[in-house]
């Protein structure tokens, strides 16, 4: 019976060792993704910001606008 208990501790641990890995693992990828996210917010904010200037400076060059009214 001590054999059998001492079996299952060692898989345990084994089983533990794996999960402990693929957490390390796991919160790598979430901080590489969350770095990922905020460079490309970044980019998305300059980008709008571009677009916004580009608008703002195209606008007199524009003839058959609508009037702001409609």
């Known amino acids: 019976m001590e054999k ?3 079996e299952r501790i060692v898989q345990l641990e084994t089983k533990l060792a794996y999960l402990e890995d693929f957490l390390n693992q796991l919160q790598g990828v979430a901080v590489e993704n969350s770095r990922t996210i905020e460079k490309l ?8 910001q571009k677009l916004r200037d580009l608008s703002d400076h195209m606008e007199g060059d524009i003839p058959n606008r609508r009037p702001p009214h409609y």
């Open 4 to 6: 059998e208990t001492e």
């Open 41 to 48: 917010r970044e980019e998305n904010k300059l980008m709008a």
